[in-house]
């Protein structure tokens, strides 16, 4: 099984880091990688508390708890894995110059954006397909930085969208509670 996981890892990792390789996209995923990051992924969920109807207060509610428990279950997993990001082992990556003091497995960016993603999916299913294209962009961007494995990106593809699935089929009520209690939901 390991070897399988090795090979789709070579593979991808080929693909994205090496062979997409352009002056375009070494701006783009630069920057578009940065959505996904604990700064930008709180600060729009707290601009829906702030700045939204009742609805989005309540998706920048429910978005909030997402984020929490599922950057929780990616900081555990990191320390249980322990696996260390591919610019750290593997030869010839183009790694931008990004140097991460933390574990590489799972990504905490992916979980991020398809935390959020599938959040907005959840309450607002028209838009669907516009966020989780936009996350799903974060997750390459990781691998085209050098930064995370594919397996990486897939591990957190299924913890963010778990997450959000989890939170909004059983605590959701708890949520509007919570919503309720400190005034930003009727």
Same mark, same amino acid.
């Given at each position: ?26 701006? !783009? ?5 940065? +959505?996904? =990051?604990?700064? /930008?992924?709180? &600060?729009?969920? #707290? $601009?829906?508390? @702030? !700045? ?5 207060? +309540?998706? =920048?509610?429910? /978005?909030?708890? &997402?984020?929490? #428990? $599922?950057?929780? @279950? ?113």
């Amino acid at each position: 099984m390991k070897k399988l996981f090795n090979r789709f890892d070579d593979f991808f990792i080929y693909i994205i880091n090496v062979k997409m390789k352009n002056s375009f996209f070494d701006r !783009f995923m630069y920057r578009i990688t940065d +959505l996904g =990051g604990a700064i /930008a992924s709180t &600060v729009f969920s #707290i $601009s829906l508390l @702030i !700045f939204g109807n009742t609805q989005m207060r +309540l998706i =920048g509610l429910e /978005a909030l708890a &997402v984020l929490g #428990i $599922s950057q929780i @279950i990616v900081q555990s997993v990191k320390l249980g894995f322990s696996r260390e990001r591919p610019y750290k082992i593997r030869k010839h990556l183009n790694t931008f110059g990004i140097d991460l003091k933390d574990y590489s497995f799972p990504s905490g960016h992916t979980t991020a954006s398809f935390s959020i993603a599938a959040t907005i999916a959840l309450n607002i299913p028209n838009i669907w397909i516009i966020v989780y294209t936009l996350a799903l962009i974060i997750g390459i961007s990781r691998i085209y930085l050098g930064v995370h494995y594919p397996t990486d990106v897939f591990a957190g593809i299924i913890l963010g969208v778990g997450t959000s699935l989890m939170v909004h089929y059983f605590l959701l009520e708890n949520i509007q509670n919570i919503g309720k209690i400190i005034g930003i939901v009727n």
